[in-house]
């Protein structure tokens, strides 16, 4: 690394270290072992002692920044070289390119020097007018009109064409000034507004976006739910979206205008103030205003994306890391009507060991018939759990099952209504093709809803996250950064829990630190050929698997009742020596010490600290042996529907009943009470206390008790309240700004929301109740 990388690296780990609350050597830190190919959770668990315990967040904050600062630089560098070759590159200019601190603030100063098409202003100065802008500019006391006779030419034949050739010099100057435009995006981002309208003859087409046919709101305060309807109603061709500064400012000369003066020292008192005034407004109406209106709209669709990405983020990984049934044999039934309910039945491995398809509905109606096979299977295969897909006929079939299990002896399986978003992505993919080559493409969906209630982590890592539908907006944002933030996701999960090497799918295994699909293959294909592993070393066995990548990913995967202990540990193997350490002084055989949390608690781990490893890996090693293997994810646990509550019309207000949140958003939570159709949490009736964001109460997953405050038949929404207190006319007054949106059940799409300003009151206004709508 040369002097000057080394001191950018330096600059970026100290810029980075603020941001994430870390000191600057613990950022550095992080930087050199994520160049040298580390992932974040190898480096999250075990180089604690290099980075002075950065956690997996800190640490994804930080590669992001990483990212964004590195191409900052680049650009900088570049953009500096670029001046320089037009040799006008000055000592100020080269501090204002060295001092600017976003890509926004480069592009801003190296603007008048961006190569660029002839344009009026350029040729105002090959007509010689360029003396003639400076003139005015440098003397208010003259008359412009009378300093334009001494310019008149051929190509400019009266002072009218002179003066608007010193008009366009002028401007260009003006819009070129990188300190101005700094200010004027800045003060825009304090006092704009974003205005909606719809698009004349598009009342009827669009009518889902009615709520923005006529909506103004302070940009700055635009949640990122609205943001992104009334785009997706631009997009559509329904809205049109303006950025509007100093609309309704009675002075004649605008606040913004005034800015642009002021840069010049332009007055009002002098000849030529007011004709350098006039230009100032002409360069804010033509070049300006439309220029930073793409700013900042370009500002709130990134904004607004970040935060639906990071909502989605949030709940994806709260979904991954639900509680796990556990190796029971579980039968997995994908509800249908005319196409009737199919079923398989997998053992506590998840092995699929039985299918079949059966027609309780119409037109076939055979109830009966549908029972004695299930009942058949359940008593063949010792089924423990019946896990039944919410989607259409979910509530039929579960009916239908408790009443056959009714009529079973004891034990009795349980029966868990599990959400089946993504079942029929898997089931087309070819990973599913190729792992049931045979079977019908919709028994793989049954396999599927078995398989995510034994363990969802494992069977939802074959699914592509987007597919999974817990998000917002997820085919209005980036997919670049969507993709990267729920790998990142899926990564922590994986590697948070651990993976049984022997037992895992390649899709499970290609998530683990450093490895990847072409690895999971080999590991794959190698324990199919030779047996399962009986040691993480044998792992170095394995073509293109080299030390490097074993480190990354040994503490990660896990071999129960191997011949080694420590195998079935995240204890990683280059700590083994540790290990073994403690457990000479504990005097006790390994096996006996692991979960001995009595003799463990005595240990003194700083006696074990030596040069490589600190008392952060002592301490994780010793907490290891205390609960082996230990899963982070809850306890298994169910929601129970209500009987006889199938549909909205048995929903009554003042209802008590039990659901679990199938979806969070910053104004609420979506919960599945059983009737088909999600009811909404809004933000303000999640708790007896002020609520910022849903988050903060309830993730996806969740079994929560709720009331049913007021039902819509017509709409199809259910407003709901997890308050103790009784709900009397709707939701309390929210956070200035707040309001829920309208969210796709099964796509995560929205549409938009009235904002706060404009509901009407009661627990069916039009914000609450719009947020409940599925298209």
């Not at 898997?426 to 990973?431: D, L, T, V, W």
Request: net charge neutral; proline share 5%; glycine share 8%.
């Amino acid at each position: 690394m040369t002097a000057d990388n080394a001191s950018t690296t330096t600059a970026i780990a100290r810029q980075i270290a603020t941001e994430i609350g870390a000191r600057p050597q613990q950022a550095e830190a992080a930087i050199a072992l994520l160049d040298e190919g580390a992932t974040v959770p190898f480096i999250a668990r075990y180089r604690k002692e290099v980075t002075g315990g950065l956690d997996d967040t800190q640490l994804r904050q930080l590669g992001e920044r990483l990212i964004y600062l590195r191409e900052l630089e680049a650009r900088r560098a570049a953009i500096h070289e670029a001046i320089r070759q037009q040799d006008k590159l000055t000592p100020e200019l080269e501090a204002a390119i060295a001092a600017a601190a976003t890509k926004a603030e480069l592009e801003d100063i190296y603007l008048p020097f961006k190569p660029k098409r002839r344009n009026r202003a350029e040729i105002a100065r090959e007509r010689g007018l360029g003396p003639l802008a400076e003139a005015i500019l440098a003397d208010r006391s003259l008359v412009p009109s009378e300093l334009a006779k001494a310019y008149l030419t051929d190509e400019v034949p009266d002072t009218k064409a002179a003066l608007e050739g010193a008009r366009d010099i002028l401007s260009e100057q003006f819009a070129q000034n990188a300190e101005l435009i700094g200010q004027l995006r800045a003060y825009l981002q304090r006092n704009a507004f974003l205005r909606a309208r719809v698009v004349e003859g598009k009342e009827e087409a669009g009518a889902k976006f009615s709520d923005y046919f006529d909506h103004v709101e302070r940009w700055s305060g635009v949640p990122s739910h609205r943001a992104l309807a009334m785009l997706r109603g631009r997009n559509e061709d329904v809205l049109t979206l303006d950025i509007e500064a100093d609309a309704d400012d009675p002075r004649p000369i605008k606040p913004v205008v005034r800015m642009i003066a002021e840069a010049y020292a332009i007055g009002e008192k002098l000849p030529g103030d007011a004709w350098l005034m006039e230009v100032a407004g002409w360069t804010w109406r033509v070049k300006l205003s439309l220029h930073l209106a793409l700013d900042l709209m370009t500002e709130l669709r990134m904004k607004a994306e970040t935060e639906a990405i990071n909502v989605f983020a949030r709940n994806l990984k709260d979904l991954l890391l639900a509680a796990p049934a556990g190796t029971r044999a579980t039968m997995g039934l994908d509800p249908g009507i005319r196409t009737g309910v199919k079923v398989a039945v997998v053992d506590g491995t998840g092995k699929l060991v039985a299918t079949s398809t059966v027609y309780p509905f119409p037109p076939k109606n055979d109830v009966r018939g549908t029972q004695a096979e299930l009942a058949r299977l359940i008593r063949q295969h010792g089924v423990e759990l019946v896990a039944i897909g919410n989607g259409t006929g979910s509530r039929e079939t579960e009916k239908l099952v408790a009443e056959m299990l009714g009529d079973l002896p004891p034990p009795k399986p349980i029966k868990v209504v599990v959400s089946e978003a993504g079942a029929s992505v898997y089931s087309a993919s070819e990973q599913a093709a190729a792992e049931f080559p045979q079977l019908d493409v919709s028994l793989r969906g049954a396999v599927s809803i078995a398989r995510r209630l034994q363990d969802p982590l494992a069977e939802l890592v074959k699914i592509e996250p987007k597919s999974i539908g817990v998000g917002q907006y997820q085919h209005d944002v980036d997919q670049y950064h969507l993709a990267r933030a729920l790998d990142a996701v899926v990564e922590d999960a994986v590697n948070a829990v651990g993976v049984d090497l022997n037992t895992a799918s390649a899709s499970l295994l290609a998530r683990v630190s450093g490895l990847g699909t072409s690895l999971a293959e080999a590991i794959v294909a190698h324990r199919d050929a030779n047996g399962p592993f009986a040691s993480r070393r044998q792992l170095l066995d394995v073509s293109r698997l080299g030390p490097r990548t074993f480190e990354q990913c040994a503490g990660f995967l896990r071999i129960r009742d191997g011949a080694e202990p420590l195998d079935a540990s995240s204890v990683h193997p280059e700590a083994y020596g540790v290990a073994r350490k403690i457990v000479k002084a504990c005097g006790r055989d390994l096996r006996a010490l692991m979960g001995d949390s009595s003799a463990l608690a005595a240990v003194d781990p700083r006696v074990f600290v030596d040069e490589r490893f600190g008392l952060p890996t002592v301490r994780d090693i010793i907490a290891e042996l205390d609960k082996p293997g230990r899963d982070p994810r809850p306890a298994f646990r169910t929601a129970t529907f209500a009987d006889g509550i199938d549909d909205m019309k048995d929903l009554k207000p003042g209802m008590e009943l039990e659901g679990t949140v199938t979806n969070v958003a910053a104004f609420g939570a979506f919960v599945d009470i059983g009737v088909h159709q999600d009811g909404l949490v809004h933000v303000s009736q999640l708790a007896d206390r002020f609520v910022k964001d849903a988050h903060e109460v309830v993730k996806v997953g969740d079994v929560v008790k709720v009331r049913v405050v007021e039902v819509d038949l017509k709409r199809k929404r259910i407003a709901l309240s997890m308050r103790r207190e009784a709900a009397t006319g709707g939701p309390k007054a929210r956070e200035p700004g707040r309001g829920p949106d309208v969210r796709d059940k099964t796509s995560g799409r929205g549409a938009p929301a009235k904002p706060a300003s404009r509901e009407p009151q009661g627990a069916l206004g039009a914000a609450l109740m719009d947020a409940l709508k599925r298209r």
